[in-house]
């Protein structure tokens, strides 16, 4: 009775933190799928932008693109990762400010309004991923797993030496109990570690940037 107690209490801890390192971590999945369709459909409706500000914005996506592919590659909230945050914040600016221009050119236009509209859409697309890889799980509760399991392991371990039986149990529960935690750990850490956030959707995309627009530039009005 003792043992289940003790084990049953251990279970219901490291489910807890494992429950919600694995929320996180499907979290930071979506926001990369949700952002790579938000960049990939910006892409798109750029190809019917207007020159000059069609080339210099498919330009700037692809710099954007490659940008958003090395938040993968550095620590949440490192020094590295800042500085490519602000990168992004510069080149959103920029092509910010060409979409800008092209809507009030035409202000009635379906191109660039629905170009604007995507456009925001990817801005916080990428501030939702950001978000979910700096989302870790509370230092305090992976402490409180690391100090209840050892507490009750600890207990289990000197009943056993008591009795003089379960060795073998306690030895098991203790690498399973190991494991889990390494888990946990792991799946908190997005860019480390053996299980990292995959990305090959964004690498995808970018690949296919390197491939000829599929709609041609629009045609110069007389005038312009």
Do not use: C, K
Request: charged share 20%.
């Amino acid at each position: 009775m003792l043992q289940g107690a003790l084990l049953g209490v251990v279970g219901l801890l490291l489910a807890f933190g494992l429950s919600l390192a694995l929320s996180r971590y499907e979290d930071r999945r979506a926001a990369v799928v949700n952002e790579a369709n938000a960049i990939g459909t910006t892409y798109l409706r750029a190809q019917t932008l207007p020159e000059p500000i069609r080339s210099r914005s498919l330009e700037l996506l692809v710099r954007y693109t490659d940008s958003t592919l090395r938040i993968s590659e550095y620590s949440p909230e490192s020094g590295r990762q800042v500085r490519v945050e602000t990168r992004e914040d510069g080149l959103q600016n920029r092509i910010w400010s060409l979409a800008g221009r092209t809507l009030n050119r035409a202000p009635t236009a379906s191109a660039p309004r629905l170009y604007v509209e995507t456009l925001n859409e990817m801005i916080d697309a990428q501030t939702s991923r950001v978000a979910a890889l700096n989302n870790d799980v509370p230092p305090a509760v992976l402490w409180l797993e690391i100090l209840g399991a050892s507490i009750a392991l600890g207990l289990l371990a000197a009943y056993v030496s008591l009795v003089g039986r379960g060795i073998a149990g306690v030895v098991l529960a203790s690498l399973l109990v190991a494991f889990l935690l390494f888990v946990t750990a792991d799946l908190d850490r997005p860019n480390q570690g053996l299980i990292e956030v995959p990305d090959t959707v964004l690498h995808d995309l970018r690949d296919s940037m390197d491939e000829p627009p599929a709609a041609p530039a629009p045609p110069r009005r007389l005038g312009e």
